[in-house]
């Protein structure tokens, strides 16, 4: 027995689908191969028809040598050898057929599956995402759709059509001769038992497998993402140390399968090969003794030789079955996947919102945060008027981010309520939430897709061709862009039509920031949500978003999370978060005057800002002569006042 190799990502196992049979398991595909059954079912009846020829053949045989062989009469093969060829090609013709009948909705069921897969994954709530690594949910909608469709279009038509071929065999041999039926039948009972245990330990290496894969998709995705890191911390043999190990467990996994897959085919191929030997025996023994003609003897043969195949082939399509089911079962873990944040069934709607947000008795906690830890947010109340800009400051790491995510729901609250205008954000539909909600992150991705459509992406009424929305497109996009001090855009090989994302034009990290912003700007929401969106830019681009920001944000209500002082300087007031709540609002300076802890936050963003800015310049941080420490932007304003 091989070792056995644990699965490099538990939740993986513990939302598995409940175990069922195979078959009670793959039935579920029906929901989407519905449609294409009576393709599958014509598919199945071309190949059986085919086979059905194949076992006629042999009757004809027999006839031959009775009949014109037996007599000497050469006249009478011709027409007999004909009809053997006529036969030979209408069952090539019917195998042509059946290939040909499932192509088509074979290949729909699965793009029917992987639209309904990606439906779901854009439906799922961030926290399935944080749990699922990304190379499980590629080598599901790829590699395991894929497999999927080569079972129905293949594997079921023709486990189907062998097994009717078999009883039907299997019918004949025993109405040839009983007795030669019955050995044949009985000698075959041992291939029933192999097959049986053959599923059990199969399967459970088929899951295993499966998902190796997809954690070694996931390290590849990973290595890829993260090859400048890897080159820059030299890691990358370490990681390709790592990435031997997973690929080490996946080829033993893949070798105990092959093992398995090798005893069954053991016993698939001694089994009938026994059978013929006794039968051949016993016929032999029959002939002898005038009970069978030679003609039956070698039409009994002929046609034993002919359910050689579908018998043989029971190894394989069970097997192919159960890889099948495997599929199967990971594609239903994602999407019987729970969406914890669903739409309301009757919706509130907001025509035109004021943009007041507030966040009260606001708790929340992280799913997989240890039982030892209290909640993150621990009793959030703050109040931002419409227009206000708030500016959220807090030590890293005090839940500043999540907030953020709880205003348009990529998380909901544990407890209390976020509400826009009086509004809880839950009562809203998701679509509406965000349009009056726009977020940019620090982590600025862009989509695959030019700058236009990127920066547009939350405004998709402006998508369309008549002039009009064209001309608003255009002014919308500008203005944007504007504000984002992303006029490097009009400058890209193609300008703003110039693919960007990953398979388009390498973008900086300060432009990427920049068309992330611009794009939440040009959603023109009530409440603009901005996680630090500014922190790659340089001091002087930066003091220029902050001039056109400050424009928009009359009009809209903004939350910023701050990580430079200079940030802060954007807004009407602040909140300190601290410990899990906010413990002090109001204006920079009134804050600096009046908490030490909001002194300590500036200090060590105004430290981490100058290591930031030392380090891009390539300088080497050394104490100013007297040995003083620099004055912190709280001295400079107290001297000022
Ligand atoms: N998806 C997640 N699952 C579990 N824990 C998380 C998740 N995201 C963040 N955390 C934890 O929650 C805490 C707060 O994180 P958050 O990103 O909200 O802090 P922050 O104040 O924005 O930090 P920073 O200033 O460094 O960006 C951290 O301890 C972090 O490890």
New binding site residues.
């Given amino acids: 027995m091989s070792e056995s190799v644990q699965p490099q990502h538990p939740h993986v196992a513990t939302e598995s689908t409940p175990r069922v049979g195979t078959l009670r398991a793959l039935w579920r595909l029906r929901e989407f191969a519905g449609p294409a059954m009576p393709a599958f079912a014509g598919s199945m009846a071309a190949a059986l028809v085919a086979q059905l020829i194949a076992l006629t053949i042999p009757q004809v045989l027999a006839q031959i040598v009775d009949g014109p062989l037996a007599d000497g009469d050469a006249a009478a093969i011709a027409p007999l050898t004909l009809l053997v060829f006529a036969l030979g090609t209408a069952e090539a013709l019917l195998y042509a057929l059946r290939r040909w009948l499932v192509v088509g909705p074979g290949t729909k069921v699965e793009a029917r599956m992987r639209n309904a897969l990606y439906a779901k994954l854009q439906d799922l709530p961030?926290?399935f995402h944080?749990r699922w690594p990304s190379g499980q949910l590629l080598s599901r909608a790829v590699s395991d759709l894929g497999l999927i469709r080569r079972w129905l279009s293949f594997g079921l038509v023709l486990t189907g059509a062998n097994l009717v071929i078999i009883v039907v065999g299997v019918g004949i041999l025993m109405s040839m001769n009983w007795l030669l039926g019955l050995i044949f039948l009985v000698c075959s009972l041992p291939l029933w038992w192999a097959g049986w245990r053959f599923e059990g330990q199969y399967s459970e290496q088929s899951r295993l497998s499966q998902d190796q894969a997809g954690d070694l998709a996931t390290a590849v995705e990973e290595s890829v993402h993260g090859i400048r890191v890897l080159k820059a911390f030299g890691r990358g043999k370490h990681a390709l140390s790592t990435f031997r190990a997973q690929a080490e467990s996946l080829r033993r996994t893949e070798i105990e399968k092959a093992r398995l897959d090798a005893n069954i085919w053991v016993w698939i191929m001694i089994v009938p090969t026994v059978a013929l030997a006794i039968c051949l025996i016993v016929g032999v023994w029959l002939t002898a003794n005038g009970q069978l003609s030679v003609g039956e003897l070698v039409a009994f043969f002929a046609t034993a030789t002919v359910l050689a195949w579908p018998i043989e082939s029971i190894g394989f399509f069970l097997a192919f079955a159960l890889d099948a089911r495997t599929a199967t079962d990971r594609f239903f873990d994602i999407l019987d996947s729970e969406n914890t944040i669903v739409d309301p069934e009757q919706p509130r709607h907001l025509a035109r919102p004021k943009g007041e947000l507030a966040f009260s008795g606001v708790h929340f906690r992280?799913?997989?945060?240890p039982d030892r830890f209290g909640d993150?947010l621990d009793g959030v109340d703050l109040v931002i008027e419409p227009g206000e800009t708030m500016a959220l400051v807090?030590?890293?790491?005090?839940?500043?981010?999540?907030?953020t995510?709880l205003t348009t729901r990529l998380y909901d609250v544990t407890a209390g309520s976020v509400t826009v205008d009086g509004v809880d954000v839950r009562a809203f539909s998701r679509e509406e939430l965000r349009t009056h909600v726009a977020m940019a992150f620090?982590d600025a991705t862009l989509f695959s897709a030019s700058v236009r459509e990127n920066v547009l992406l939350g405004r998709p009424e402006l998508a369309g061709d008549a002039p009009e929305v064209v001309a608003e497109a255009e002014r919308v996009l500008t203005e944007a862009l504007r504000i984002a001090q992303a006029g490097f855009a009009y400058d890209l090989p193609d300008g703003v039509d110039t693919k960007v994302g990953e398979e388009g034009m390498s973008l900086s990290g300060g432009q990427r920031q920049r068309l992330a912003l611009a794009r939440a700007v040009a959603a023109k929401p009530a409440v603009l949500v901005l996680?630090?969106p500014l922190s790659a830019l340089d001091v002087a681009t930066e003091a220029r978003v902050e001039a056109e920001l400050r424009s928009v944000l009359a009009s809209t209500t903004a939350l910023i999370?701050a990580?430079r002082p200079s940030t802060v300087t954007l807004a009407d007031r602040v909140a300190l978060?601290e410990d899990g709540r906010v413990t002090a609002v109001g204006t920079h300076s009134e804050l600096l005057r009046e908490s030490e802890h909001y002194r300590y936050v500036i200090s060590s963003l105004e430290d981490e800002e100058r290591r930031g800015r030392e380090e891009r310049q390539g300088l080497e941080t050394r104490p100013p002569s007297s040995g003083a420490p620099r004055p912190t932007e709280f001295e400079r304003e107290e001297a000022a006042s």
């Fill in positions: 961030v926290s944080d992280y799913q997989d945060a993150l807090g030590l890293t790491g005090s839940g500043k981010t999540t907030m995510s620090e996680d630090d999370v990580h978060l």
